[in-house]
């Protein structure tokens, strides 16, 4: 037979290298779009950052670094410093790190972690100091479409200026919002949900000063605008809104005092409370103990805080109200169960009463409570 070497089949190396080909192509690709999409997004940020400046929110990094590649851009700001020159009074807030995350194929979900410690403080004024195990936060949406926020925190320590100043302290604390879907912006309603573990808050009284677990969900009804403004301009406009707040359901537990609460509040013209919940107590005896143990010496253990009306005893008999002091919490409780219903809360027996709020003035049942601050 005779072998011809024109006729012989020819090795095809192109149909080799062609994958190695695809390969490094598209890893160019997307190595250039990597870099693309870090460059857009420091731009947004700077754009972000000029932006909240003109309108007196300073934001600067003594340092800002972009990275992730290839599969993830990560944003870290340190030196975190923050000037609210809208705020009355101006409030300068410090922080050592904050770091982002975005998927290069989910931009629109952010996840950040913070570093501590955090300090906030007024011009001429001891600064506020805030710290942390663990701090995270993530967003999903857009400033135009928002969809939800959350932050969890483990450890929280809130401090004031003097050493030993606390202010507030949780084991574990969460927030969530999420925007009910179809709602935004025509008829906005955000799902909002709190959770505290171990919390403390020693300055707001005696009963905040032992750890309580917290569990609250409600719904935001009439914020349009999800804007950076002050808080008071903030609370303003949603008033105008016909803004509220519907407690679906809170739940608060201390000990042997278990109490949850519903009810709808909203704001007056003036900024003040307006509204009605209806309030469930177990251990009420306990709970008024505790509210009153911390009175001043000479009044009859606080009365005049948990129910005004036992004072009519000291006015039509002088030196009444001192004798039967010792069984205040008692009357209190006798009083309570009065005016409310009894309830059986998670198996244990309560009373159920109702709190109204009529333009700032705090009632319970037919006690007049006093009058609470207007919000603006």
Same mark, same amino acid.
């Not at 807030?93 to 629109?108: F, G, R, S, T, Y």
């Not at 932050?151 to 507030?168: E, H, Q, R, T, Y």
């Not at 505790?290 to 036992?310: F, H, S, Y």
């Given at each position: 037979?005779?072998?011809?070497?024109?006729?012989?089949?020819?090795?095809?190396?192109?149909?080799?290298?062609?994958?190695?080909?695809?390969?490094?192509?598209?890893?160019?690709?997307?190595?250039?779009?990597?870099?693309?999409?870090?460059?857009?997004?420091?731009?947004?940020?700077?754009?972000?950052?000029?932006?909240?400046?003109?309108?007196?929110?300073?934001?600067?990094?003594?340092?800002?670094?972009?990275?992730?590649?290839?599969?993830?851009?990560?944003?870290?700001?340190?030196?975190?410093?923050?000037?609210?020159?809208?705020?009355?009074?101006?409030?300068?807030?410090?922080?050592?790190?904050?770091?982002?995350?975005?998927?290069?194929?989910?931009?629109?979900?952010?996840?950040?972690?913070?570093?501590?410690?955090?300090?906030?403080?007024?011009?001429?004024?001891?600064?506020?100091?805030?710290?942390?195990?663990?701090?995270?936060?993530?967003?999903?949406?857009?400033?135009?479409?928002?969809?939800?926020?959350?932050?969890?925190?483990?450890? $929280?320590? +809130? #401090?004031?200026? @003097? /050493?030993?100043?606390?202010?507030? =302290?949780?084991?574990?604390?969460?927030?969530? *919002? !999420?925007?009910?879907?179809?709602?935004?912006?025509?008829?906005?309603?955000?799902?909002?949900?709190?959770?505290?573990?171990?919390?403390?808050?020693?300055?707001?009284?005696?009963?905040?000063?032992?750890?309580?677990?917290?569990?609250?969900?409600?719904?935001?009804?009439?914020?349009?605008?999800?804007?950076?403004?002050?808080?008071?301009?903030?609370?303003?406009?949603?008033?105008?809104?016909?803004?509220?707040?519907?407690?679906?359901?809170?739940?608060?537990?201390?000990?042997?005092?278990?109490?949850?609460?519903?009810?709808?509040?909203?704001?007056?013209?003036?900024?003040?409370?307006?509204?009605?919940?209806?309030?469930?107590?177990?251990?009420?005896?306990?709970?008024?103990?505790?509210?009153?143990?911390?009175?001043?010496?000479?009044?009859? $253990?606080? +009365? #005049?805080?948990? @129910? /005004?009306?036992?004072?009519?005893? =000291?006015?039509?008999?002088?030196?009444?109200? *001192? !004798?039967?002091?010792?069984?205040?919490?008692?009357?209190?409780?006798?009083?309570?169960?009065?005016?409310?219903?009894?309830?059986?809360?998670?198996?244990?027996?309560?009373?159920?009463?109702?709190?109204?709020?009529?333009?700032?003035?705090?009632?319970?049942?037919?006690?007049?409570?006093?009058?609470?601050?207007?919000?603006?």
């Amino acid at each position: 037979m005779t072998y011809h070497a024109e006729t012989a089949p020819r090795r095809r190396h192109w149909l080799i290298a062609t994958p190695l080909i695809v390969v490094l192509v598209l890893a160019a690709a997307w190595s250039a779009f990597w870099y693309y999409a870090a460059g857009q997004a420091e731009a947004r940020i700077n754009d972000w950052q000029a932006q909240q400046a003109k309108a007196g929110r300073v934001f600067s990094c003594g340092s800002q670094k972009v990275g992730g590649f290839p599969f993830r851009i990560e944003v870290r700001c340190g030196d975190v410093a923050v000037e609210l020159k809208d705020t009355q009074p101006p409030l300068a807030i410090k922080l050592k790190e904050i770091h982002v995350v975005a998927q290069v194929w989910d931009p629109k979900m952010l996840i950040a972690e913070f570093a501590g410690p955090l300090t906030a403080a007024e011009p001429g004024q001891p600064p506020v100091t805030a710290t942390w195990t663990l701090a995270q936060a993530s967003v999903r949406g857009t400033p135009s479409a928002p969809e939800r926020a959350s932050i969890a925190i483990d450890d $929280l320590k +809130l #401090d004031g200026s @003097a /050493p030993g100043n606390a202010m507030f =302290d949780a084991k574990h604390a969460e927030f969530h *919002a !999420r925007i009910q879907y179809g709602s935004w912006p025509r008829n906005p309603a955000i799902d909002l949900a709190l959770k505290l573990n171990g919390a403390t808050a020693p300055a707001l009284g005696a009963y905040t000063r032992e750890p309580l677990d917290a569990d609250i969900l409600a719904v935001l009804h009439g914020m349009k605008d999800l804007r950076p403004k002050p808080l008071p301009v903030r609370l303003r406009e949603w008033q105008a809104a016909g803004g509220r707040v519907e407690i679906q359901n809170a739940r608060v537990a201390q000990g042997e005092i278990l109490g949850n609460a519903n009810g709808t509040l909203a704001l007056t013209q003036r900024g003040r409370l307006d509204g009605a919940l209806r309030v469930n107590v177990a251990g009420i005896e306990k709970l008024l103990a505790t509210i009153t143990g911390g009175e001043r010496k000479g009044a009859p $253990l606080g +009365l #005049d805080r948990v @129910a /005004p009306a036992l004072n009519a005893i =000291d006015r039509a008999v002088p030196g009444l109200g *001192a !004798r039967v002091a010792p069984q205040a919490q008692n009357l209190a409780a006798g009083l309570l169960g009065l005016l409310g219903q009894p309830v059986e809360i998670e198996g244990k027996r309560g009373v159920s009463v109702p709190v109204k709020f009529t333009d700032g003035a705090a009632s319970l049942g037919p006690i007049p409570l006093g009058q609470v601050p207007p919000a603006f």
